[in-house]
């Protein structure tokens, strides 16, 4: 997520913000909380907006795609629901669960590329179970049954806009990666955003052929999938002819033409390859944890009655993985924003709002905090920090001093953690993570050639291997950007060969696209670059001349 500073919004701002996915976040939380409070169980609506949050997992994706993460989400949040619960009014069980919440939904996150809004929302809902019953007004099971409630709302509306539009998401990706590509060509090589617009259209492309092979286009006979492939096609054509060496050379393209058809790994290889140590999923369970154990001991031993915020503060700047630039900066913003939101909180509690306007309020914050996240983090924990306190606190007016006063303290404690932890775990892992992931580009270049050599680049295996090389391009593309934010100095003497590892990978996949039995004169080219990668592995970095000796053999 890229943090901007705040300006007034202009009338192209507000047209462009995401309204589809603030009005189905709001619908979501609406319907249950409703039709509760008609009920006569004002309390109980309030407690469904802890399942109500399925709906903002899975946008953009296509229906079956989404559908199973939906359900897989839905699922998952009943079940930290319940651990919470369970451990409610329990300090130390409720330091051990969000740890154990945290790091699992971290990892899984990553490893099984989620997306937004990540891992967050599970360590949430767990605190808020474990902190709501503790007050003694709410039974636990009435707790998970308000998850389940919320949650089973939430998954249709998250489904709606598929009945208007069945393959809106398949054509909003292909129009994305076409309008990235031409703003990308039409700027020329020289223009000194190129190498922004580049790695954008890069994304872009590759994100759509994901949503086309997940819905199935990729291999479909529908004209109307043909003819949606065809025109994600031509713009990667576009996109490659106009990224060849000495051109304008981009050594982050995501992979080529071949992409289409290698599809994607399944859940297991996908954790499977979260768990090679290192790698980036690995590194933000691990800071979770300890910023999670760290915030959740001292609010503790300070006495502190809702140290499930401070871990929950501690992990929401820590989850996402960023580099750290971008985490001290969403640091910075959560504490600005809270301290927004808790005047914003108790200007609320002194209206005294009846349920019917807590409803109404409840709503549109959840609205307002989608289109807020992707334009300013700041002022979107404005509004999130109000919402998570009506919730937790069920609508009560009674005095929220002390629940501010706490708020604020935990607050202060989380952030101050999170710092803590970015400031001084993992100072030196940039360049050995970047190290790792040039090793596994070369010898899954290697692995590609032996496919090539042997004529089975068609068959499962031969994909395969393709499939885990794109991967493993596109995680050194994340890896190198986060390495040269945090550690400039020493990643230098990487910098070279990593953009001559890129581009070999690059020529293997579009000779690998390109092969149509068993080719000669490829052995040097594999032994060498599984040479070179286990050099790399042991800290050498790739000789660029020796890859760009390599990729002329290979063309």
Known sequence: MRERTWRVPTRTDLRLLAWPTALRAAAAIAIPLTTATLLGHHDFGLMTSTGAFTVLYGAGRPAR?????????????????????????????????????????????????????????????????GFVPSQGSVAPQEMVLATAVGAACAVPVALADLLRRPTGPQ?????????????????????????????????????????????????SSRPGARARVARLRAAHRAYTSHALPGAAPDPDLAADLAEAPLGQPGLRDLLRRG??????????????????????????TMSTAHAYWAMM?????????LDRRRSLVRARHRLVGTVVGLGLFAF????GLGPWATVLLVVVLQGTVELAVPRNYAVAVSFITPLALTIATAGGTGDVRPVIAERLLDTVIGVGVAVAVLLTVGRGSSVPMLRAYVARVLTGCSDALDHIGAGTVNR??????????????????????????????????????????????????????????????????????????????RGTPPDPTALANLRAVLR
Request: hydrophobic share 55%; charged share 15%; net charge neutral.
């Open 65 to 129: 795609n989404r559908v199973r993460l939906l359900l897989a989400v839905a699922a998952a949040l009943v079940a930290v629901s319940a651990l919470g619960a369970l451990t409610s009014g329990v300090g130390w069980a409720a330091i051990v669960l969000l740890t154990a919440v945290g790091a699992v939904a971290t990892f899984a996150c990553h490893a099984l590329r989620v997306g937004i809004p990540g891992a967050f929302f599970f360590i949430m809902v767990a605190g808020v179970a």
């Open 313 to 321: 503060v501690a992990a929401l700047v820590l989850h996402q993985g």
């Open 348 to 351: 609320i509690s002194w209206l």
């Open 460 to 537: 499962p295996e031969g994909r395969v291997a393709q499939r885990e090389l794109a991967l493993d391009m596109q995680d050194l593309a994340e890896v190198s950007a986060r390495a040269r934010s945090d550690d400039p100095v020493r990643v230098e003497p990487w910098a070279a060969p990593r953009e001559a590892t890129a581009w070999l990978a690059l020529t293997v996949l579009a000779r690998c696209a390109a092969a149509t039995g068993p080719a000669d004169g490829v052995g040097g080219a594999t032994w060498a670059s599984r040479s070179l990668g286990h050099a790399a592995r």
């Open 275 to 300: 768990l090679r140590y290192p790698t980036v999923a690995l590194s933000a369970a691990g800071r979770v944890s300890l910023g999670i154990v760290a915030a959740g001991l001292i609010a503790v």
């Open 171 to 219: 054509d909003r990706a292909v129009a994305a990666a076409r309008a990235a590509v031409e703003e990308y060509v039409e700027a020329g090589t020289q223009d000194v955003a190129a190498s922004h617009l580049s790695h954008r259209a890069s994304a872009a492309l590759h994100r759509a052929w994901q949503v086309l092979w997940a819905a199935g286009d990729s291999t």
